[in-house]
Protein backbone atom coordinates (compact mmCIF):
# COMPACT_ATOMS: atom_id res chain seq x y z
CA UNK A 1 0.00 0.00 0.00
CA UNK A 2 2.50 2.96 -1.53
CA UNK A 3 1.97 5.87 0.81
CA UNK A 4 2.47 9.47 -1.46
CA UNK A 5 2.91 6.99 -4.26
CA UNK A 6 6.39 5.85 -2.44
CA UNK A 7 7.44 2.62 -0.66
CA UNK A 8 7.52 3.02 2.53
CA UNK A 9 11.17 2.47 2.75
CA UNK A 10 11.61 5.50 0.29
CA UNK A 11 9.70 7.95 2.83
CA UNK A 12 11.58 11.12 3.81
CA UNK A 13 11.16 13.62 6.87
CA UNK A 14 9.53 15.74 3.98
CA UNK A 15 7.35 13.84 3.08
CA UNK A 16 6.18 13.07 6.43
CA UNK A 17 5.98 16.55 6.83
CA UNK A 18 3.94 16.91 4.10
CA UNK A 19 0.82 14.98 5.54
CA UNK A 20 0.62 17.73 8.55
CA UNK A 21 0.93 20.52 6.09
CA UNK A 22 -1.73 19.02 3.73
CA UNK A 23 -4.16 17.89 6.90
CA UNK A 24 -3.84 14.55 5.49
CA UNK A 25 -6.15 12.49 7.99
CA UNK A 26 -6.20 9.08 9.12
CA UNK A 27 -8.43 6.87 6.75
CA UNK A 28 -8.89 3.17 5.87
CA UNK A 29 -5.53 2.94 4.30
CA UNK A 30 -3.65 5.04 6.94
CA UNK A 31 -3.01 5.35 10.78
CA UNK A 32 -1.15 7.88 12.89
CA UNK A 33 0.32 6.61 16.01
CA UNK A 34 2.23 9.18 18.78
CA UNK A 35 3.63 6.06 20.95
CA UNK A 36 4.93 2.74 20.74
CA UNK A 37 2.84 0.08 22.44
CA UNK A 38 2.91 -0.20 25.69
CA UNK A 39 4.19 -3.70 27.45
CA UNK A 40 0.99 -5.16 28.71
CA UNK A 41 -1.35 -7.83 26.83
CA UNK A 42 -4.08 -5.38 25.94
CA UNK A 43 -1.22 -2.59 24.16
CA UNK A 44 -0.31 -6.03 22.19
CA UNK A 45 -3.91 -6.62 21.23
CA UNK A 46 -4.40 -3.30 20.42
CA UNK A 47 -1.72 -3.07 18.16
CA UNK A 48 -2.11 -6.59 16.47
CA UNK A 49 -5.82 -5.40 15.63
CA UNK A 50 -4.79 -2.70 13.60
CA UNK A 51 -2.47 -5.02 12.05
CA UNK A 52 -4.89 -7.73 11.26
CA UNK A 53 -7.81 -5.03 10.36
CA UNK A 54 -5.26 -3.58 7.37
CA UNK A 55 -4.38 -7.37 6.43
CA UNK A 56 -7.99 -8.16 6.52
CA UNK A 57 -9.53 -5.69 4.66
CA UNK A 58 -7.56 -3.44 1.96
CA UNK A 59 -3.51 -2.80 3.62
CA UNK A 60 -2.63 -0.16 4.69
CA UNK A 61 0.56 1.72 6.59
CA UNK A 62 0.65 2.71 10.49
CA UNK A 63 3.00 5.63 11.65
CA UNK A 64 4.66 5.50 15.01
CA UNK A 65 5.35 8.93 16.30
CA UNK A 66 3.16 11.58 14.77
CA UNK A 67 1.32 13.43 16.83
CA UNK A 68 -2.74 13.83 16.08
CA UNK A 69 -4.40 17.17 17.06
CA UNK A 70 -6.98 17.02 19.72
CA UNK A 71 -10.63 18.66 20.06
CA UNK A 72 -12.05 20.48 22.31
CA UNK A 73 -12.48 17.76 24.69
CA UNK A 74 -8.94 16.33 23.84
CA UNK A 75 -9.48 13.86 22.00
CA UNK A 76 -7.32 13.02 18.96
CA UNK A 77 -8.89 14.28 15.42
CA UNK A 78 -7.05 11.53 12.98
CA UNK A 79 -5.51 14.84 11.65
CA UNK A 80 -1.64 14.88 11.95
CA UNK A 81 -0.09 18.01 13.75
CA UNK A 82 3.76 17.15 14.17
CA UNK A 83 6.35 15.11 14.00
CA UNK A 84 7.58 13.19 17.18
CA UNK A 85 9.69 10.03 16.98
CA UNK A 86 9.35 7.16 18.50
CA UNK A 87 13.53 5.85 19.47
CA UNK A 88 16.43 5.52 17.98
CA UNK A 89 17.53 1.84 17.25
CA UNK A 90 15.52 0.62 14.58
CA UNK A 91 16.92 -2.78 14.62
CA UNK A 92 15.72 -3.31 18.05
CA UNK A 93 11.72 -1.97 17.26
CA UNK A 94 11.27 -3.89 14.53
CA UNK A 95 12.53 -7.32 15.96
CA UNK A 96 9.72 -6.45 18.63
CA UNK A 97 7.10 -5.53 16.23
CA UNK A 98 7.59 -8.52 14.40
CA UNK A 99 7.51 -11.20 17.19
CA UNK A 100 4.42 -9.64 18.48
CA UNK A 101 2.89 -10.11 14.66
CA UNK A 102 4.42 -13.48 14.88
CA UNK A 103 3.54 -14.60 18.05
CA UNK A 104 -0.20 -12.80 17.95
CA UNK A 105 -1.78 -13.63 14.92
CA UNK A 106 -3.06 -16.53 12.86
CA UNK A 107 -2.13 -17.40 10.31
CA UNK A 108 0.84 -15.28 9.21
CA UNK A 109 0.33 -12.31 7.23
CA UNK A 110 3.05 -12.87 3.98
CA UNK A 111 4.45 -9.25 3.27
CA UNK A 112 4.60 -6.83 6.01
CA UNK A 113 7.39 -4.45 5.61
CA UNK A 114 8.67 -2.10 8.52
CA UNK A 115 10.96 0.99 7.68
CA UNK A 116 12.49 3.65 9.64
CA UNK A 117 12.14 7.84 8.37
CA UNK A 118 14.92 9.25 10.33
CA UNK A 119 14.12 12.81 11.81
CA UNK A 120 16.35 15.56 12.45
CA UNK A 121 15.88 15.70 16.46
CA UNK A 122 17.34 12.31 15.75
CA UNK A 123 14.76 10.21 16.59
CA UNK A 124 12.88 7.84 14.43
CA UNK A 125 9.38 7.52 13.02
CA UNK A 126 8.33 3.83 12.18
CA UNK A 127 6.19 2.86 9.25
CA UNK A 128 4.66 -0.53 8.87
CA UNK A 129 3.20 -1.21 5.90
CA UNK A 130 0.72 -4.23 5.84
CA UNK A 131 -0.58 -5.35 2.09
CA UNK A 132 -3.55 -6.64 1.60
CA UNK A 133 -4.15 -10.24 2.46
CA UNK A 134 -4.68 -12.84 0.09
CA UNK A 135 -4.53 -15.96 3.08
CA UNK A 136 -7.10 -14.12 5.25
CA UNK A 137 -9.31 -13.45 7.47
CA UNK A 138 -6.60 -13.45 10.05
CA UNK A 139 -7.05 -13.48 13.74
CA UNK A 140 -5.57 -11.75 16.78
CA UNK A 141 -4.83 -14.72 18.67
CA UNK A 142 -2.32 -13.05 21.42
CA UNK A 143 -3.27 -13.91 25.09
CA UNK A 144 -5.88 -15.79 24.84
CA UNK A 145 -7.53 -13.16 22.41
CA UNK A 146 -9.27 -14.71 19.40
CA UNK A 147 -11.24 -12.10 17.03
CA UNK A 148 -11.44 -11.21 13.37
CA UNK A 149 -11.13 -7.34 12.82
CA UNK A 150 -11.55 -5.07 9.79
CA UNK A 151 -11.04 -1.49 9.30
CA UNK A 152 -13.96 0.79 7.84
CA UNK A 153 -13.76 4.16 7.44
CA UNK A 154 -10.41 5.19 10.43
CA UNK A 155 -12.09 2.86 12.47
CA UNK A 156 -11.43 -0.53 13.32
CA UNK A 157 -14.70 -3.15 14.21
CA UNK A 158 -14.69 -6.80 14.75
CA UNK A 159 -15.73 -8.85 11.80
CA UNK A 160 -19.01 -10.49 12.40
CA UNK A 161 -19.85 -14.52 11.37
CA UNK A 162 -21.01 -13.79 7.57
CA UNK A 163 -17.93 -11.70 6.93
CA UNK A 164 -15.41 -13.93 8.26
CA UNK A 165 -17.36 -16.33 6.07
CA UNK A 166 -16.78 -14.46 3.22
CA UNK A 167 -13.71 -13.99 3.77
CA UNK A 168 -12.65 -17.24 3.57
CA UNK A 169 -14.05 -18.22 0.48
CA UNK A 170 -12.39 -15.06 -1.42
CA UNK A 171 -9.17 -16.73 -0.37
CA UNK A 172 -9.81 -19.65 -1.84
CA UNK A 173 -11.37 -18.21 -4.72
CA UNK A 174 -8.02 -16.16 -5.40
CA UNK A 175 -6.20 -19.73 -4.98
CA UNK A 176 -8.38 -21.16 -7.74
CA UNK A 177 -7.79 -18.01 -9.75
CA UNK A 178 -3.84 -18.24 -9.25
CA UNK A 179 -4.36 -21.55 -10.79
CA UNK A 180 -6.52 -21.54 -13.51
CA UNK A 181 -4.51 -18.41 -15.02
CA UNK A 182 -1.60 -20.86 -14.77
CA UNK A 183 -2.83 -23.76 -16.19
CA UNK A 184 -4.33 -21.84 -19.14
CA UNK A 185 -1.17 -20.53 -19.69
CA UNK A 186 0.85 -22.90 -19.61
CA UNK A 187 -1.82 -24.60 -22.51
CA UNK A 188 -1.57 -21.70 -24.75
CA UNK A 189 2.13 -21.37 -24.84
CA UNK A 190 2.39 -25.56 -25.56
CA UNK A 191 -0.50 -25.02 -28.30
CA UNK A 192 1.63 -22.24 -30.14
CA UNK A 193 -1.03 -19.75 -28.93
CA UNK A 194 0.59 -17.14 -27.18
CA UNK A 195 1.39 -13.32 -27.64
CA UNK A 196 3.90 -14.34 -30.38
CA UNK A 197 4.65 -17.48 -32.80
CA UNK A 198 7.66 -19.62 -30.21
CA UNK A 199 9.80 -22.23 -31.77
CA UNK A 200 9.04 -25.83 -31.85
CA UNK A 201 11.88 -26.53 -29.33
CA UNK A 202 11.98 -27.02 -25.39
CA UNK A 203 10.90 -24.02 -23.42
CA UNK A 204 11.82 -22.21 -20.09
CA UNK A 205 8.51 -20.56 -18.68
CA UNK A 206 8.59 -17.77 -15.77
CA UNK A 207 5.17 -16.33 -14.28
CA UNK A 208 5.44 -13.86 -11.42
CA UNK A 209 2.20 -13.64 -9.85
CA UNK A 210 1.30 -10.40 -7.31
CA UNK A 211 -1.39 -11.47 -5.20
CA UNK A 212 -2.64 -7.90 -5.63
CA UNK A 213 -3.19 -8.53 -9.10
CA UNK A 214 -6.49 -10.40 -8.37
CA UNK A 215 -7.68 -7.48 -6.27
CA UNK A 216 -10.21 -5.98 -7.96
CA UNK A 217 -9.93 -2.48 -10.46
CA UNK A 218 -5.86 -2.70 -10.09
CA UNK A 219 -4.71 -2.08 -13.20
CA UNK A 220 -1.70 -0.96 -13.98
CA UNK A 221 -1.46 2.48 -16.06
CA UNK A 222 1.01 1.03 -18.79
CA UNK A 223 1.59 4.69 -20.37
CA UNK A 224 2.48 6.35 -17.01
CA UNK A 225 4.82 3.61 -16.43
CA UNK A 226 6.11 2.45 -19.27
CA UNK A 227 9.64 3.94 -18.92
CA UNK A 228 9.39 1.64 -15.99
CA UNK A 229 8.22 -1.78 -17.59
CA UNK A 230 10.07 -1.43 -21.01
CA UNK A 231 12.82 -2.66 -18.91
CA UNK A 232 11.77 -5.74 -18.27
CA UNK A 233 14.21 -8.40 -19.82
CA UNK A 234 13.63 -11.87 -21.44
CA UNK A 235 14.87 -14.91 -19.97
CA UNK A 236 17.64 -16.13 -22.14
CA UNK A 237 20.86 -13.96 -21.04
CA UNK A 238 22.07 -10.46 -22.50
CA UNK A 239 18.92 -10.28 -24.99
CA UNK A 240 16.88 -7.73 -25.42
CA UNK A 241 14.49 -7.90 -27.73
CA UNK A 242 11.79 -5.15 -28.95
CA UNK A 243 8.98 -3.83 -26.72
CA UNK A 244 5.66 -2.61 -27.67
CA UNK A 245 2.00 -2.49 -26.40
CA UNK A 246 -0.39 -5.18 -27.09
CA UNK A 247 -3.73 -5.96 -26.06
CA UNK A 248 -2.78 -7.23 -22.69
CA UNK A 249 -0.29 -4.48 -21.69
CA UNK A 250 3.30 -4.59 -22.87
CA UNK A 251 5.54 -7.06 -24.62
CA UNK A 252 8.99 -7.80 -25.02
CA UNK A 253 10.25 -10.16 -27.75
CA UNK A 254 13.01 -11.37 -29.54
CA UNK A 255 12.99 -13.69 -32.47
CA UNK A 256 15.25 -16.30 -30.88
CA UNK A 257 15.06 -15.59 -26.91
CA UNK A 258 10.75 -15.70 -27.02
CA UNK A 259 9.32 -13.17 -24.89
CA UNK A 260 8.29 -11.52 -21.64
CA UNK A 261 4.70 -10.00 -21.71
CA UNK A 262 3.60 -7.53 -19.03
CA UNK A 263 0.48 -8.02 -18.19
CA UNK A 264 -2.10 -4.66 -17.14
CA UNK A 265 -2.66 -6.48 -13.80
CA UNK A 266 1.08 -6.45 -12.90
CA UNK A 267 1.35 -10.32 -13.77
CA UNK A 268 4.52 -11.18 -15.96
CA UNK A 269 4.79 -14.09 -18.05
CA UNK A 270 8.29 -15.00 -19.58
CA UNK A 271 8.79 -17.31 -22.17
CA UNK A 272 12.65 -18.46 -23.34
CA UNK A 273 12.04 -20.99 -26.71
CA UNK A 274 16.45 -21.37 -26.91
CA UNK A 275 16.98 -23.15 -24.12
CA UNK A 276 18.89 -25.90 -25.54
CA UNK A 277 23.08 -26.07 -25.86
CA UNK A 278 24.67 -26.31 -29.06
CA UNK A 279 25.33 -29.26 -30.45
CA UNK A 280 24.92 -32.86 -28.53
CA UNK A 281 25.60 -34.32 -25.43
CA UNK A 282 26.47 -38.30 -25.72
CA UNK A 283 24.64 -37.99 -28.66
CA UNK A 284 21.98 -36.26 -27.34
CA UNK A 285 20.31 -33.03 -26.67
CA UNK A 286 21.03 -31.06 -23.70
CA UNK A 287 20.14 -27.94 -21.77
CA UNK A 288 23.55 -26.08 -20.20
CA UNK A 289 22.73 -25.65 -16.58
CA UNK A 290 24.92 -22.83 -15.91
CA UNK A 291 23.04 -20.34 -18.99
CA UNK A 292 19.66 -21.47 -17.99
CA UNK A 293 20.43 -20.60 -14.36
CA UNK A 294 21.87 -16.78 -15.31
CA UNK A 295 18.98 -16.41 -17.60
CA UNK A 296 16.35 -17.13 -14.53
CA UNK A 297 18.37 -14.79 -12.32
CA UNK A 298 19.14 -12.20 -13.89
CA UNK A 299 15.14 -12.13 -15.45
CA UNK A 300 13.69 -13.08 -12.08
CA UNK A 301 15.90 -9.49 -10.46
CA UNK A 302 14.80 -7.55 -13.28
CA UNK A 303 11.22 -8.06 -12.90
CA UNK A 304 10.69 -7.70 -9.10
CA UNK A 305 12.95 -4.44 -9.93
CA UNK A 306 10.26 -3.52 -12.33
CA UNK A 307 7.00 -4.40 -9.90
CA UNK A 308 8.74 -2.64 -7.46
CA UNK A 309 9.35 0.75 -9.09
CA UNK A 310 5.26 0.52 -10.46
CA UNK A 311 4.49 0.32 -6.52
CA UNK A 312 2.96 -3.30 -7.05
CA UNK A 313 2.73 -4.73 -3.45
CA UNK A 314 4.28 -8.29 -2.47
CA UNK A 315 3.70 -10.68 -1.85
CA UNK A 316 4.61 -12.55 -5.08
CA UNK A 317 4.04 -15.67 -6.47
CA UNK A 318 6.85 -17.04 -8.82
CA UNK A 319 5.99 -20.49 -10.86
CA UNK A 320 8.80 -21.83 -13.24
CA UNK A 321 8.17 -24.92 -15.90
CA UNK A 322 9.91 -26.59 -18.34
CA UNK A 323 7.82 -27.79 -21.53
CA UNK A 324 8.62 -30.69 -23.97
CA UNK A 325 11.99 -31.53 -22.35
CA UNK A 326 11.01 -35.00 -22.12
CA UNK A 327 14.56 -37.00 -23.55
CA UNK A 328 17.07 -33.94 -23.04
CA UNK A 329 19.76 -34.15 -20.67
CA UNK A 330 20.00 -31.38 -17.83
CA UNK A 331 23.95 -31.16 -18.01
CA UNK A 332 25.01 -29.85 -14.61
CA UNK A 333 27.87 -29.95 -13.24
CA UNK A 334 29.36 -34.16 -12.52
CA UNK A 335 29.12 -36.84 -14.89
CA UNK A 336 25.49 -36.99 -14.50
CA UNK A 337 23.82 -37.48 -18.20
CA UNK A 338 20.66 -38.80 -17.46
CA UNK A 339 17.68 -37.89 -19.78
CA UNK A 340 14.79 -35.88 -18.07
CA UNK A 341 12.00 -38.47 -17.35
CA UNK A 342 8.83 -36.41 -18.26
CA UNK A 343 7.59 -34.04 -20.57
CA UNK A 344 6.95 -30.64 -18.32
CA UNK A 345 8.67 -29.85 -15.14
CA UNK A 346 6.77 -27.81 -12.47
CA UNK A 347 9.21 -26.43 -10.11
CA UNK A 348 7.52 -25.68 -6.48
CA UNK A 349 5.69 -22.63 -6.04
CA UNK A 350 8.29 -19.74 -4.25
CA UNK A 351 6.51 -17.28 -2.08
CA UNK A 352 8.87 -13.52 -2.39
CA UNK A 353 7.45 -11.70 0.95
CA UNK A 354 8.71 -8.66 0.59
CA UNK A 355 10.52 -6.35 -1.73
CA UNK A 356 13.97 -6.79 -0.23
CA UNK A 357 13.31 -10.85 0.23
CA UNK A 358 17.28 -11.97 -0.95
CA UNK A 359 16.00 -13.95 -4.44
CA UNK A 360 18.51 -16.09 -4.24
CA UNK A 361 17.88 -17.82 -0.85
CA UNK A 362 14.01 -17.88 -1.46
CA UNK A 363 14.63 -19.69 -4.71
CA UNK A 364 16.61 -22.00 -3.36
CA UNK A 365 13.60 -25.05 -3.46
CA UNK A 366 13.20 -25.05 -7.08
CA UNK A 367 16.40 -24.93 -8.06
CA UNK A 368 17.16 -28.02 -5.72
CA UNK A 369 13.98 -29.42 -7.67
CA UNK A 370 15.36 -28.53 -10.92
CA UNK A 371 18.83 -30.36 -10.40
CA UNK A 372 17.43 -33.26 -8.55
CA UNK A 373 15.36 -33.63 -11.76
CA UNK A 374 18.58 -33.93 -13.91
CA UNK A 375 19.40 -36.98 -11.19
CA UNK A 376 21.42 -34.42 -9.11
CA UNK A 377 21.53 -34.45 -5.08
CA UNK A 378 21.40 -30.76 -5.21
CA UNK A 379 21.62 -27.00 -7.01
CA UNK A 380 25.45 -26.80 -6.54
CA UNK A 381 25.74 -22.72 -5.84
CA UNK A 382 24.90 -23.12 -2.53
CA UNK A 383 26.67 -24.47 0.64
CA UNK A 384 25.35 -27.03 3.25
CA UNK A 385 23.95 -24.40 5.28
CA UNK A 386 21.86 -23.11 2.21
CA UNK A 387 23.59 -19.91 1.43
CA UNK A 388 24.50 -18.75 -1.99
CA UNK A 389 27.69 -19.26 -2.58
CA UNK A 390 28.58 -18.58 -6.62
CA UNK A 391 29.10 -14.50 -7.48
CA UNK A 392 25.67 -12.63 -7.67
CA UNK A 393 24.18 -12.29 -11.28
CA UNK A 394 23.21 -8.53 -11.17
Known sequence: MPLLNKRISNLTQDDLQSLIANSTPEDRHLDYKSDLP??????????????????NTGGGVLLYGIEEQQDAEGHATGLPSSLRGVGTNFNDLELRFRQMILN?????????????VPLTNGSLVIAIDV???????????????????????????????????AAFLASEGVSERIRSFRANRLLQIAANQGPIQLRT??????????????????????????VSIRQLTLLRPYSTGTAKYNLDGLIRYSDDSGYTQFFRN????????????????????????????????HALLNFVSVLNQVNIPTPYLLYVNLLDVDGIIFAGK??????????????PEIV????????????????????????????PFYDDEGNWTAERIL
Open 266 to 297: GIIESVNDNILGDGDLNGMPFIPSQKLLHGLL
Open 201 to 226: APKLTMHLIPLHAFAPNELVDIDTHY
Open 131 to 165: PRSWNAPHVVSSGGHWRFYGRAGASNYQMDVMEVR
Open 104 to 116: GVQPRIDGIEIAP
Open 38 to 55: GTLNQDTVNFLKDIVAFA
Open 352 to 379: LETSDTDVFQAIKPALDALWNAGAYPKC
Open 334 to 347: GPHHVPLDRNQLAL
